[in-house]
């Protein structure tokens, strides 16, 4: 079984800063890949970045050059860092671990974090 946490949501003005958190734990001996996906209401979750064995780093268009996602492979630990923030960057974040076991990759979520861009 794998626990995927988030932190570090929250109210930010538009052009402010936060840093997301999140850690993985319990079954995670053999971690595919960590990424922030976000969810806004009425839309669809989609990616914001991701860190992949497989696939490299990757990142939505609405969100290079403004938000930079990092791993702590030691502590199973991603972060997002995001900059610049805009009204269209309010969203729940959601952290996905994706684990590899028995061949299969298997998706583990968080609860998310809201983050809310706001005057």
């Known amino acids: 079984q794998v626990e995927v946490v988030e932190s570090g949501g929250g109210l930010v003005q538009p052009g402010g800063s936060l840093r997301l958190s999140c850690a993985a734990s319990?079954?995670?001996?053999?971690?595919?890949?960590m990424g922030w996906y976000r969810q806004a209401p009425g839309k669809q979750r989609e990616l914001v970045a991701e860190?992949?064995?497989?696939?490299?780093?990757n990142y939505a268009d609405s969100v290079k050059d403004r938000f930079t996602i990092s791993r702590d492979n030691a502590e199973n630990t991603v972060y997002l860092e995001m900059h610049s923030l805009k009204f269209e960057d309010t969203a729940v974040y959601y952290c996905?671990?994706?684990?590899?076991?028995?061949?299969?990759?298997?998706?583990?979520w968080g609860r998310g974090t809201q983050v809310t861009v706001s005057s």
């Open positions: 860190i992949a064995s497989s696939r490299g780093t």
């Open positions: 996905k671990a994706e684990i590899l076991w028995q061949s299969r990759i298997w998706p583990y």
């Open positions: 319990g079954s995670t001996l053999s971690i595919n890949a």
